[in-house]
């Protein structure tokens, strides 16, 4: 089984362009070296993180997640076991879509912002599933 976790959390102030670059070289070197995969989205200043691994390696990952500066306000939305990695080839995949088409992927019609999105997903885990799925698909046009 394969451990997964998905978290958002807010982007700091001054965080830039180049920033969010150096987010995703750092992800991509650190989680090959953990065995971690994963997908990262960028909306609205906020960021959903998904990570899947061992469960050690991607706990361990959220210890140093959570320390860093670039981002504030960790909040778990989802974590558990899961059959099969969904993100088996992507160290880190990146998207930045609109907040619409994330609460189309998540069957949240309605809501325009990710922090609506965000405080959905919190309140209907069991959505997350169709998130991860539409990420996939996303990923793959």
Not at 34 to 39: C, H, I, L, N
Not at 106 to 116: C, D, I, K, L, V
Request: glycine fraction near 6%; aromatic fraction near 6%; charged fraction near 25%.
């Amino acid at each position: 089984m394969i451990y997964q976790l998905v978290y958002s959390s807010e982007a700091a102030p001054d965080l830039t362009d180049d920033g969010i670059e150096d987010i995703l070289t750092d992800s991509r070197i650190d989680n090959a070296e953990r065995g971690v995969t994963g997908a990262l989205l960028f909306v609205d200043r906020v960021f959903v993180q998904i990570l899947e691994g061992s469960r050690q390696a991607v706990e361990d990952l959220m210890v140093k997640i959570e320390r860093d500066p670039r981002h504030h306000s960790v909040t778990v939305i989802h974590e558990g076991e899961a059959p099969v990695r969904i993100f088996d080839t992507w160290r880190m995949a990146f998207l930045n879509p609109s907040p619409a088409e994330l609460s189309r992927w998540a069957g949240f019609p309605g809501t325009e912002s990710m922090a609506q999105v965000t405080a959905t997903l919190e309140q209907h885990p069991d959505r997350v599933p169709a998130v991860l799925l539409g990420i996939v698909h996303a990923l793959a046009d």
